[in-house]
């Protein structure tokens, strides 16, 4: 694999996993500070769902895309292009304020939910770009546990402008990953 597609698969992975940043913070506030054990239960949890869902989507594609070999690549930058677009959507939504000192479990999951969608897209179209699973897991694992171990810390901290940065950063990190693929394969 060159460097550029190293770098192009980096930069999506860590544009995709850049939610985890929010779920980690979350877990930290829904689980009271008091049980600690139990909110780096939480996350381990949510870690190794995202590792399969990630593998889910590996698989997914190489049992649907058997006849449609000549397409592979196009079909996997307009899916990745698809992520950066509904993660620039998400972003015009307005952030609905919740006076709730600790978020149910239920808003926790909803939002494993949907990263785990955007994962699943991630190794979807990562097999059909013909990325080898050692490449992926070397690469998204350590994206994944990144998110998650810096969002621990940050528990406490509560900015609008951060979480905007953050996001704006993750489509930007997508949309140049999309690029690079671009250029590798025109």
């Not at 979350?26 to 780096?40: E, G, L, Y």
Request: charged residues 15%; proline residues 2%.
């Amino acid at each position: 694999m060159t460097l550029s597609i190293q770098i192009a698969v980096l930069l999506i992975s860590l544009g995709i996993t850049a939610d985890n940043l929010l779920l980690s913070k979350m877990s930290v506030n829904t689980i009271a500070f008091t049980k600690s054990k139990k909110a780096v239960l939480l996350l381990f949890v949510l870690f190794t769902i995202q590792l399969q869902v990630i593998k889910y989507g590996y698989w997914t594609a190489a049992l649907v895309t058997s006849s449609i070999k000549n397409q592979d690549k196009w079909i996997a930058l307009t899916m990745l292009f698809s992520i950066a677009v509904k993660m620039i959507h998400e972003f015009k939504i307005e952030i609905i304020r919740n006076h709730k000192t600790f978020p149910d479990l239920d808003d926790f999951l909803n939002i494993v939910l949907a990263s785990s969608v955007y994962l699943f897209v991630l190794g979807f179209a990562l097999s059909l770009l013909k990325i080898e699973p050692f490449s992926i897991c070397e690469t998204v694992i350590p994206c994944l546990l990144f998110f998650l171990s810096i969002g621990w810390p940050l528990k406490y901290f509560n900015s609008v402008k951060a979480i905007h940065l953050i996001k704006i950063s993750a489509i930007v990190m997508i949309f140049s990953g999309v690029i690079i693929f671009l250029i590798n394969t025109i």
